[in-house]
């Protein structure tokens, strides 16, 4: 089994920066796919960026291509979102994810779940 737990949310300006984190309890951190997803007032969670196992492959929702960047370190049982140039429709609980396998943008393919950081863009 699988902890997760994210930081690193907070209230930023219109084309600021935020780095979340995505610390994983259990030494198996590494046997895991994850992924961030996000979920708006009044919308249904969205996938936003994953990553293989070992970090080599990396997916992006096209709304974040070239602005939101994900990485891991196996290391520190931790996986990253560096985010820049940051939006007010970015605005959203951030949740990552952990899944046994290949990559996935679908949200029912991941089996552990953290609770969530919120990331609030203002103008």
């Known amino acids: 089994q699988v902890q997760l737990v994210e930081s690193g949310g907070g209230l930023v300006q219109a084309g600021g920066s935020l780095r979340l984190s995505c610390a994983a309890s259990?030494?198996?951190?590494?046997?895991?796919?994850m992924g961030w997803f996000r979920q708006a007032p009044g919308k249904e969670r969205e996938f936003v960026a994953a990553?293989?196992?070992?970090?080599?492959?990396?997916r992006y929702a096209d709304s974040v291509k070239g602005q939101f960047t994900i990485s891991r370190d196996n290391a520190k049982n931790t996986v990253y979102l560096q985010m820049n140039s940051l939006k007010i429709e970015d605005t959203a609980v951030y949740t990552c994810?952990?899944?046994?396998?290949?990559?996935?943008?679908?949200?029912?393919?991941?089996?552990?779940w953290g609770q969530g950081t919120q990331v609030t863009v203002s103008s």
């Open positions: 994810g952990a899944k046994t396998g290949l990559t996935s943008t679908r949200s029912d393919d991941y089996h552990y």
């Open positions: 259990g030494r198996t951190f590494s046997s895991y796919a």
């Open positions: 990553i293989s196992v070992n970090g080599v492959i990396t």
